[in-house]
């Protein structure tokens, strides 16, 4: 039986296939539309073995609410161009829908959703199948709370954020700090929610980055009082270079080095360990000021920090929770 236009046509509708492909997968099936279904359904299977190994670091990133609770997906793909593509974001929104209408907690729940006659990992691979590019589910994200509000940034499904109040919040206000979770990446609500391996990881880096500073202001000041040229001195390979211009000799490099060396050991070995501890306290708080949603300095309004522009709304409104993802390295 011959393969006709409307045939051709009705595959498509179903699987969204190329033209070709249903027509070959028509041909090798005898025009039987089950049959035809099930050879593209097996071709998407082989596709995404066969590119199991490649990075799938493009894709589409979407965000949706309903009452009190609000999911974003990922997926995921090897090129921009695939990423636009509009059955592709149309396929993202379905399972998205799918998984907003179930309130689906993780992701292995959204991959085992029925979307009609299959589930979202089969039409996943099917897809796949029809573009040849490796896709995954590379995130399912959800919040709940009284209130949640959602950003799409720009529109460009790249970058997507979530958030969510203990109590009803005006919407302009919750817009604005899903907007601020895009452009500042908090990691965590407030000082309390910052995980403790980061908060002693910080503090290590605050104490070892305060006496370095210490010890380099020393050395510097001794170089200058002994006349030498700091641009000089900076390193071996400025010094060679003085050399090299005769605008030092060997002997003032080697009292340069003994110089440096020397004085960097007595300011260790005299570093008030107090002194230290308060200049690393400033530096933690100037981090929680920039890792913190609610210590931030609101995008919108500098003057205020986002707990202030909260608390100027409704002293009692909090933030529950919030999540972020994006596609893009940062």
Not at 217 to 237: D, P, R, T
Request: hydrophobic fraction near 45%; aromatic fraction near 4%.
């Amino acid at each position: 039986m011959a393969v006709t236009i409307a045939d051709i046509t009705k595959l498509r509708k179903l699987t969204g296939a190329g033209m070709m492909d249903c027509k070959n997968a028509l041909e090798q099936s005898n025009n039987d539309m089950e049959k035809a279904i099930e050879i593209l359904r097996q071709k998407g299977q082989a596709v995404a073995a066969k590119r199991s190994d490649r990075d799938a670091s493009n894709g589409c990133v979407l965000v949706k609410s309903t009452g009190n609770f609000a999911a974003l997906i990922a997926l995921k793909c090897e090129t921009d161009f695939v990423a636009t593509n509009v059955d592709f974001v149309a396929l993202t929104q379905q399972i998205l829908d799918a998984a907003v209408a179930a309130k689906c907690k993780t992701l292995e729940e959204v991959k085992t959703l029925s979307l009609g006659k299959e589930t979202a990992q089969d039409a996943i691979i099917a897809r796949s199948g029809i573009t040849g590019e490796k896709m995954e589910l590379g995130a399912y994200l959800t919040v709940e709370g009284t209130t949640v509000a959602i950003y799409n940034h720009q529109g460009k499904n790249i970058l997507g954020t979530m958030v969510a109040f203990n109590k009803l919040a005006d919407e302009a206000l919750a817009h604005e700090i899903a907007m601020q979770i895009a452009a500042m990446n908090p990691i965590a609500i407030d000082q309390a929610s910052v995980p403790q391996e980061v908060k002693d990881n910080e503090w290590k880096v605050a104490l070892e980055k305060t006496k370095e500073e210490q010890i380099e202001k020393a050395v510097q000041n001794a170089l200058k009082k002994a006349g030498f040229n700091l641009y000089i001195a900076e390193n071996e390979e400025h010094l060679a270079e003085g050399i090299s211009k005769k605008e030092i000799t060997e002997a003032q490099a080697d009292e340069i080095r003994r110089i440096k060396k020397e004085t960097a050991e007595q300011k260790a070995a005299n570093l008030s360990q107090q002194m230290i501890e308060n200049i690393a306290k400033g530096r933690m708080a100037k981090f929680y000021k920039e890792v913190c949603l609610v210590e931030q300095e609101d995008i919108m309004d500098p003057t205020m920090t986002i707990g202030q522009l909260m608390a100027k709304s409704d002293a009692e409104l909090k933030i529950a929770d919030f999540k972020r993802f994006t596609l893009r390295a940062e």
